[in-house]
């Protein structure tokens, strides 16, 4: 089952904060967050693991709701760098095959 | 580490044709998993390995398709023949564990236009 992001896309100013969401209708193990820019692969950003955690290195954190079946994505005082299209991957069991929802775009102007 | 190497990076071919996409994955990760990116259809799995057995092929989208793992360092993903529809780019991905908590490591893609 695809989880749903939201938004689809956002636009932000350097400097503003955004939240990006991930939800799935189904009990969740695991929840991770990748980063892709044009034309590249997508690269890792964390991985939230069951047990409700809250995770974050330099300005990007994320939390995990295991009851509520969602994960949030924070970006604080966003960079230029910050571009791309953000994916959340949920895995339902240890097994390690996740499905990857449709993506949020997030565009960051100086 | 390199990371994750596929090949080749880009394959125009015609259709009906045979296309061979490879993959070496990171020494040492158990995991392999195959992804097709396009616009319309967004990050699909086709199919994943754990530890060079495959577990999951109900991605694959025909009898088009097919993969291989014959060792830990070296899988395939062929499609015979190929269609207009099967261009996209596809990624192959490799992870340890999940619960190791270091996610998946993607390859540069291989872009596949079918004309």
């Known amino acids: 089952q695809q989880p749903v992001q939201s938004p689809q896309a956002v636009i932000l100013r350097e400097g503003e904060d955004a939240v990006i969401n991930c939800s799935s209708s189904?009990?969740?193990?695991?929840v991770h967050w990748y980063r892709q820019k044009h034309g590249e692969a997508p690269v890792f950003l964390m991985i939230l693991l069951k047990g409700g955690e809250q995770k974050g290195h330099d300005k990007i954190s994320a939390s995990f709701n295991e009851k509520k079946q969602q994960s949030s994505l924070y970006l604080t005082a966003s960079q230029l760098s910050y571009s791309g299209t953000y994916f959340c991957g949920t895995m339902n069991t240890n097994a390690g095959k996740s499905t990857f929802g449709d993506g949020t775009t997030l565009t960051v102007k100086p | 580490d390199a990371g994750v190497i596929q090949s080749p990076r880009h394959e125009v071919t015609e259709m009906g044709q045979e296309v061979t996409l490879r993959c070496k994955p990171i020494?040492?990760?158990?995991?392999l998993f195959w992804y097709r990116q396009t616009m319309m259809r967004g990050l699909e799995l086709l199919i994943y390995?754990?530890?060079?057995?495959?577990?999951?092929d109900s991605g694959m989208p025909e009898d088009r398709f097919s993969a291989k793992m014959p060792n830990a360092s070296f899988s395939t993903l062929k499609i015979q023949p190929s269609e207009p529809r099967d261009s996209a780019v596809y990624f192959c991905?490799?992870?340890?564990?999940?619960?190791?908590?270091?996610?998946?490591?993607f390859g540069s893609g291989t872009r596949l236009t079918v004309v």
């Open positions: 390995f754990n530890n060079n057995v495959p577990i999951d």
């Open positions: 189904k009990a969740l193990y695991s």
């Open positions: 991905a490799s992870s340890l564990p999940v619960d190791v908590g270091r996610g998946y490591t």
């Open positions: 020494s040492g990760h158990n995991s």
